[in-house]
C-alpha cells in the first residue's frame, strides 16, 4: 500500500506541471452545461471512479467525482507538503479529478467513451451534495452519470467498489459508448444529443 501511495504521490507530482485546466469547485459552483462537442469518459482507477470531459476542439480537459469532505488529497510524505488538496466540500466536485490525467494519458484507466454535443453536467443524486459511503459515492456518481449520458446502466452490488464497476464494464458489450484507451479516444464516434 505504500508503494502505491508513493507511485500515485509521484504522478501528482509530475501531473501538476502537466497541461491540466480549472480549479477545484463544490457542488454550488458546477457549470450547467458545457459548449461545443466534448467527448465524455467513465473512468475507473483502484479505488476512485469520476467522468472526464474533453473539448474536441479545444482539447479542455475537465472532470466531476463525488468525493467525502477532506479526502482524495496526496501530501507529500517526505515533507509534509500538499501535492494535491483535499475535497474541500463533500459532494460532485469540479476538475478534482486531475489529479488521474497522468494515469490516462498512459493508458492505466479503464474508460469508455461517448461524444456528446453541449452536454450538461451531470450532478447526481441530492442535486450533487454529500457522499454517503458505499452506496452514494464516486463509483455510483460515475456510473449513474455515464447512464444519463449513454443510457448504458452498471448494476453493482451493495457495496459499491470501482472493481465492481470495472468487472462490470470489462464484462459487458458496447451499447452506447466506446471501450478505449485514450490513444484510441478519437477513434470513438458515438453521438448523443
Given at each position: 500500500?505504500?508503494?502505491?501511495?508513493?507511485?500515485i504521490g509521484l504522478l501528482a507530482a509530475v501531473c501538476l506541471t502537466a497541461n491540466v485546466q480549472g480549479q477545484i469547485c463544490g457542488p454550488s459552483e458546477l457549470p450547467k452545461q458545457l459548449a461545443g462537442v466534448w467527448e465524455i469518459s467513465l473512468c475507473v482507477g483502484d479505488t476512485h471512479a469520476w467522468i472526464r470531459f474533453q473539448n474536441l476542439e479545444t482539447g479542455?480537459?475537465?472532470t466531476c467525482g463525488r468525493y467525502r469532505k477532506g479526502f482524495g488529497g496526496i501530501t507529500d510524505k517526505s515533507s509534509g507538503m500538499s501535492i494535491w488538496p483535499p475535497?474541500?466540500?463533500g459532494g460532485v466536485l469540479w476538475d478534482m479529478d486531475l489529479l488521474y490525467e497522468c494515469g490516462i494519458r498512459s493508458d492505466k484507466r479503464v474508460l469508455r467513451v461517448v461524444r456528446v454535443s453541449n452536454?450538461?453536467?451531470y450532478r447526481g443524486f441530492l442535486n450533487g451534495y454529500h457522499h454517503f459511503g458505499v452506496r452514494m459515492n464516486?463509483?455510483?456518481?460515475?456510473r449513474d452519470a455515464w447512464f444519463f449520458y449513454t443510457g448504458e446502466y452498471y448494476h453493482l452490488p451493495l457495496i459499491a467498489s470501482p472493481d465492481a464497476l470495472a468487472?462490470?464494464?470489462?464484462n459487458r458489450?458496447?451499447?452506447g459508448g466506446r471501450l478505449a484507451p485514450l490513444g484510441l479516444l478519437h477513434a470513438a464516434r458515438w453521438r448523443f444529443h
Amino acid at each position: 500500500m505504500l508503494g502505491r501511495a508513493l507511485v500515485i504521490g509521484l504522478l501528482a507530482a509530475v501531473c501538476l506541471t502537466a497541461n491540466v485546466q480549472g480549479q477545484i469547485c463544490g457542488p454550488s459552483e458546477l457549470p450547467k452545461q458545457l459548449a461545443g462537442v466534448w467527448e465524455i469518459s467513465l473512468c475507473v482507477g483502484d479505488t476512485h471512479a469520476w467522468i472526464r470531459f474533453q473539448n474536441l476542439e479545444t482539447g479542455e480537459v475537465h472532470t466531476c467525482g463525488r468525493y467525502r469532505k477532506g479526502f482524495g488529497g496526496i501530501t507529500d510524505k517526505s515533507s509534509g507538503m500538499s501535492i494535491w488538496p483535499p475535497a474541500p466540500a463533500g459532494g460532485v466536485l469540479w476538475d478534482m479529478d486531475l489529479l488521474y490525467e497522468c494515469g490516462i494519458r498512459s493508458d492505466k484507466r479503464v474508460l469508455r467513451v461517448v461524444r456528446v454535443s453541449n452536454p450538461v453536467v451531470y450532478r447526481g443524486f441530492l442535486n450533487g451534495y454529500h457522499h454517503f459511503g458505499v452506496r452514494m459515492n464516486c463509483i455510483t456518481y460515475a456510473r449513474d452519470a455515464w447512464f444519463f449520458y449513454t443510457g448504458e446502466y452498471y448494476h453493482l452490488p451493495l457495496i459499491a467498489s470501482p472493481d465492481a464497476l470495472a468487472t462490470q464494464l470489462k464484462n459487458r458489450p458496447l451499447f452506447g459508448g466506446r471501450l478505449a484507451p485514450l490513444g484510441l479516444l478519437h477513434a470513438a464516434r458515438w453521438r448523443f444529443h
